[in-house]
Every structure is written in C-alpha cells, then in structure tokens.
C-alpha cells in the first residue's frame, strides 16, 4: 500500500523502516519532525513512522498494528477515518477546494456553533488553535487598548510569541519566555493554576493594564489539571472589575467533554474562546468567537485587522460539520465519556493490582495517567506532579508501545478516546496498558 504519486518505495521492505526513515528526515527537517513532541525527545528511542490510521488503530510503516490513544493529538474524535466524514469531503473534493471568496459551507458551520456554544455568538474561522488564539488576543487588546495579557502557568495556548512563556513559580510577575527568538514576552503576565491568592495578587496590582486573562478551562497541556468551579469562577469577577476580557481556550475541550464546550458545561460566559482541533474534523481549521460587541471589532467590521488565504477552506469546513452534526445526532461525547469512566476505572484497579503506582483522571473522553499523589490528591497545578512522573513514564510508554499501543510520546500530553475506540478495544487496551504496567516496573526494578 502505499500513494503511487509519491517517489517513495513502499514496497521496499528495507526501506520502510521507521528508523532509516527518521534519519532521511533529519537531514531535511528540524529534528527530522515538523512539529517538536512527535520526534520522541522526552520518552526516548526513534519515533514510529506510520502509513495509515483507520477507526482506533494506527499501522506502522513496518507493519505494525496499534491502538491510538494520542489521536492526532485530539481532532479525531470520531476516530480516524470516519466513513461519513471521509464521503463528505470527497464530495467537496469534486465541487471546491479553496474559493477565496464568501461561500455557503462556512456560514453553516458558523451557525451550528453561534446556535450550540452560548458564548459564541459570533465567530470568525482560521486554520489552527494557534490563529485562533493569537486572533483572540489581539481583539482583547484592539478593545481594551491595554497590551497585558495573563496566563496562567502549565497552560498551553499554541506558539504564538507572548504564549511562550516559561512555567514559573506561581508568582505573579513578567518572565523570560520558553524560546529564542520571542520579543514581546514582557507583555506576559503568569499565575499559577488553583492560586486564589496569586490571581488576587496580580489583578490587585496590575489589573488596570490586562486587557484579557487566557485559559484553558480544562488544562490539558501539562497533564490533566482539572479546576475547582470556585477558581474559575472568581477569574471572572476579577477580570470583570478590572475591565479585563476572559478568554476560554477550548481548543482541546471544544466538542470533547461537552456539546456545549466547558463554557457551556459550567455555565459560564467568558468575552471570547478559541476553537480547533475536533472542530475542523481532523482537517486544518480553527475559530474564534465569542460575544458580538467584541467580534464586531475584527475587520471588516472593526479595526482589528484579521484575515487568512486558506481560512474557512470548504473541505475543512466540511469535515468539521459533518463530524459535529454526527456527534450530535448520536450523542458521542457523552458515549465516549461513559465508554471511558469504564476504562478508566479498569485501568486504576489493574493497576493497583499490578502494585503499578499510578492512577488514571478523566474528564469525559480525555484522560491522564500519573504516579499516585500523597493521599491521592487531585493534582490541579503542575508543581503537584510527582517528580518521578518524567523520569517513570517513558519506560512505561515504551513498555505500552511494544504492546501495541500508542500513547502521545511526553509524560504530559492527555490521552483521547474516540469514537471508534468500542467498549471490546478498550477492554483490550487496558489489559495491554496493565501488562505494560507491570513489564516496566520489571524493567525498571531488574
Ligand atoms: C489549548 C490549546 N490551545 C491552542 C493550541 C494550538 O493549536 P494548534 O496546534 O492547532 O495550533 C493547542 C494545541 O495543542 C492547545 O492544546
């Protein structure tokens, strides 16, 4: 198998090795990946090449069969491939591809979103969680004519310049930023995740320059750190008296834990969200939105200017509205957060049974494996993760790998669940993941 117009040899066994091919990358790509975590740095060993996905398995270029529990790092939602999905967009294929101009595949996906997501009630499309992010921000400040804008630390919003910024102490303060190369850091503000105390601080001191306070209502780019109600809560009566917007960034938890997104689910309204990954179906696409006094600034309506030659792309919008519809009419978010309370729960007692020190949160179908914590805390800030996690983790991980099943390669990236993934594969992969427990723990004591 293989795509004939590629020069590529898929035929040649010897060629069609993950290694040799990683090592041709090399040479021709920065650490022969185009995105970092997928090159294996933090759990060590080569990175598998793979050919072809299908449901909840992915195949190697060797051949090799695995549950996919990384899932493009969360848009496949349905699983890959899925047979609706993939018969709308070849019908797009063969009626448009890029128009450049107003069409009406986009304005049906705008309105299914403004009608689901309260707080959308408009939204502009873009094509990644990063676009939409750094769209969002610039409203937030072409409204308030403020430049701050705070984060909060363990919260990942894309590479966009001013949200690469280090993890610090929890302190409220400027810091250095994560990458060469980013000159607006200093307009970065942080505080520390479930830190009452520290929010209160910045806002006290430096609320009159912020013109938003972005977040990630369910963390999920620093393991799983789910926050109490009454923190997320009180972001907003901070940010409403200092005249700061609130940003949701549901780029992960968009149409993964809640029709409605988490801002639905808790009955919030933040000024403005970000969307992507499930939204675009698997497909390049991203959104931004919120409330309509806010989106009436972007241009060509207002004066924060914002545009893009691929965005709202037919085909991408296409994947995106025929996976949310189905999600809808079948009700699959609930479905796969139920299919994962099981899994879940299997997982900690075949842990437990192995005397693996690890436990499994989830929040719906997104879920995290972590050591055990000192009387078996919710960890909801970074700092709370036990230090051996990095060091424990990637012997596990390979442990899992050699048993056929992916798992996103970095201690602290969340898991999916899809769609595809049935109650009988799931069944499967916690007894592989079990077994991989209890093999690394050998590995690692022997
Ligand atoms: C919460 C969050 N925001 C933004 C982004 C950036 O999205 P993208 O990778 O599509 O640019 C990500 C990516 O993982 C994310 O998890």
Redesign the pocket.
């Known amino acids: 198998m293989g795509n004939e117009f590629m020069s590529i040899d898929w035929n040649s066994e010897s060629e069609m090795k993950s290694e040799k091919l990683f090592e041709r990358s090399k040479k021709v790509s920065p650490g022969g990946v185009h995105s970092p975590v997928r090159a294996f740095k933090s759990v060590g060993g080569t990175p598998v090449f793979f050919k072809k996905s299908e449901g909840a398995h992915l195949y190697s270029v060797e051949g090799t069969k695995y549950i996919d529990f990384c899932q493009a790092?969360g848009p496949m939602i349905l699983g890959h491939r899925d047979p609706e999905v993939a018969e709308a967009v070849h019908r797009m294929i063969d009626q448009a591809w890029s128009l450049g101009a107003c069409e009406p595949f986009s304005l049906e996906l705008a309105e299914f979103l403004t009608s689901r997501v309260p707080a959308m009630e408009a939204v502009r499309f873009v094509s990644?969680?990063?676009e939409a992010?750094m769209s969002a921000l610039r409203v937030a400040r072409g409204v308030t004519g403020r430049k701050k804008v705070l984060k909060f630390d363990g919260c990942?919003?894309?590479h966009v310049d001013s949200m690469l910024v280090k993890a610090g102490s929890g302190l409220a303060g400027e810091v250095a930023s994560d990458s060469a190369g980013v000159s607006d850091a200093q307009e970065t503000l942080i505080t520390g995740l479930d830190d009452d105390a520290g929010l209160e601080k910045v806002f006290a001191e430096r609320g009159s320059e912020i013109a938003a306070i972005i977040l990630?209502p369910m963390p999920?780019?620093y393991g799983l750190l789910l926050q109490r109600k009454e923190f997320l809560e009180k972001i907003f009566v901070l940010a409403k008296k200092s005249g700061s917007l609130v940003i949701f960034?549901e780029?992960?938890s968009g149409f993964r834990v809640h029709p409605k997104g988490m801002a639905g689910m808790l009955g919030l309204t933040p000024d403005l969200l970000?969307y992507?990954?499930v939204v675009g179906g698997g497909f390049p696409l991203?959104a931004f939105g919120g409330k309509k006094v806010y989106m009436d600034y972007v241009a060509p309506q207002g004066p924060v200017y914002q545009a893009g030659t691929l965005s709202a792309n037919p085909v991408s919008v296409t994947a995106g509205i025929t996976t949310l519809k189905k999600l809808e009419r079948e009700s699959i978010i609930e479905k796969i957060g139920q299919r994962t309370d099981v899994f879940v729960e299997k997982l900690k007692a075949g842990f437990k049974a192995v005397d693996f020190p690890y436990t499994v949160v989830n929040q719906g179908s997104v879920f995290w494996m972590h050591p055990l914590t000192e009387g078996n805390k919710t960890i909801r800030a970074f700092p709370q993760i036990p230090a051996n996690h990095r060091t424990d983790y990637p012997g596990f991980f390979h442990a899992a790998l050699k048993r056929g099943v992916y798992l996103a390669p970095s201690a602290f990236e969340v898991a999916f669940v899809s769609n595809a993934h049935t109650p009988e594969i799931l069944a499967d992969a916690a007894d592989r993941l079990i077994d991989a427990a209890r093999a690394s723990m050998a590995q690692a004591s022997g």
């Open positions: 790092f990644s969680g990063t992010v990942y919003h894309g990630e999920a780019n960034d780029v992960i970000t992507g990954k991203g």
